[in-house]
């Protein structure tokens, strides 16, 4: 009988522990796919964070590395630098991301380090229990903003693929979300130009997919979806910011 679909050979057989409805495991699954049709699963290093993605070494079937909270741009730059074949991909939260490693992801698209980074924005601190992030919507109830977070004492949420298309060194800066299944094909679309662009020694790239936390938003898995497409894209809206092809013609 003809297969139709299988499972990808980009992640491994264990189980993951996310949440029902968390959408890390199709973000791990579309990087996973990218992999293996790239060909590239046997090269491919990957640098997992701190946070609820910090089993994804367990998860992804190629060579993971683990780094301190927020570092992973770091460690991905030393081991780019000492196996520039190597595919090199950070996966990182935005507590990870856009708060402790704020200096290691600027820096890292400055310099135009040839990696690339998967940014998981659920606008949450979801493993330490639901705290606000740099990235939280204002007015959303997190257990360190009981009364939603406000702008006067917090600021605007950041927005970082905005602020990285600013930089020079950033060849590919997108966002995607993994809403929809429409929405789930260009994600992967944007996850596997990411990567052939790296292939091709094009430097840094950034793909940041707005993701749920069902459990710390408080919502079951088809409202947390909802609540994604009418807070977070709208105020992060999808789009590419910036590709190659542009950085080279400017
Ligand atoms: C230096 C340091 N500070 C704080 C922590 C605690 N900590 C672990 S995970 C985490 C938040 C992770 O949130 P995020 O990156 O958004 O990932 P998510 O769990 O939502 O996927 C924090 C604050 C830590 N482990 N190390
Ligand atoms: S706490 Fe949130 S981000 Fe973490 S696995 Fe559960 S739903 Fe996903």
Redesign the pocket.
């Known amino acids: 009988m003809a297969v139709v679909f299988q499972k990808t050979r980009g992640l491994t057989d264990v189980e993951t522990h996310y949440c029902p409805g968390c959408t890390?495991g199709i973000i791990h699954r579309l990087v996973g796919e990218v992999l293996e049709e790239l060909g590239v699963l046997d090269e491919a290093i990957g640098v997992a964070?701190?946070?609820?993605?910090?089993l994804a070494y367990n998860y992804f079937n190629c060579d993971m590395s683990e780094a301190?909270?927020?570092r992973a741009p770091a460690v991905a730059t030393g081991i780019k630098r000492l196996l520039p074949e190597n595919v090199v991909f950070t996966y990182?939260?935005?507590?990870?991301?856009?708060?402790?490693g704020t200096a290691e992801i600027v820096h890292a698209a400055h310099r135009s380090e040839n990696i690339t980074t998967i940014f998981?924005?659920?606008a949450?601190?979801?493993?330490?229990g639901g705290?606000m992030?740099p990235?939280t919507m204002i007015g959303q109830r997190t257990t360190t903003s009981p009364y939603g977070r406000d702008a006067a004492t917090t600021g605007m949420p950041i927005k970082i693929s905005e602020m990285l298309a600013q930089v020079p060194g950033a060849t590919f800066v997108e966002r995607v979300a993994v809403n929809t299944p429409g929405n789930v094909r260009k994600a992967k679309k944007a996850i596997k130009r990411a990567f052939e662009l790296q292939l091709a020694g094009k430097g840094f790239g950034i793909i940041e997919v707005l993701?749920t936390?069902p459990t710390?938003w408080g919502l079951d898995p088809v409202k947390a979806l909802r609540w994604l497409e009418d807070n977070l894209m709208v105020y992060y809206p999808l789009g590419n910011f910036r590709d190659y092809q542009e950085v080279e013609n400017a």
């Open positions: 890390h964070p701190v946070g609820c993605s910090v301190a909270h927020g990182q939260g935005d507590g990870d991301l856009a708060s402790i998981v924005n659920n949450i601190y979801g493993m330490t705290q992030a990235t993701s936390c710390n």
